[in-house]
Every structure is written in C-alpha cells, then in structure tokens.
C-alpha cells in the first residue's frame, strides 16, 4: 500500500470556493489551493489518498455544477 504524500488538513469554503490547504508528508508548512487547481494537477491528485482525492472531486463538480446552474438561471431571467 502507498503512503500518500499529500493530505488535506483543512477545508475552508469562502461562499464562492473551496480552499484546501494540503501538508505534504515530512513537512511542517503547507500549501492552499482551489478544488479546482488540485483536481487539474496531476502531480497532487495522484499523490492524495483515495478518501481526499474523492472529496476534492466532489468538491469540485459540484462547484462547476453550481456555476453552471447559475448561469443558465440567469440566462433564463434574460429570456423570460
């Protein structure tokens, strides 16, 4: 079994993103990045283990799925 070498030590949503800021394994310091910008970088993702990869999955369709919404609603409002 391989020891993942990132994980996920908080969650912070801001009303319009999710933040994640990820430690790496044997450092002190972490990093902060968007669902949107791990999910993208293959380097993280592959380095997470399947519980956090799977959060920042979900985290990140359901943001794109809010934004999508979102615009088809407004371009409802326009057309009605």
Known sequence: MLIPKYKIIAQLFDGDKTTFHLQKRGKNNWIEKT???ISKDINIISSLSS????????VSAS???????S???RQFKIYS
């Open 71 to 73: 615009i088809l609603s």
């Open 51 to 58: 519980q956090d990869a799977y959060v920042v999955g979900y």
């Open 63 to 69: 943001e794109k799925l809010f934004y999508d919404f």
């Open 35 to 37: 669902a949107d910008d």
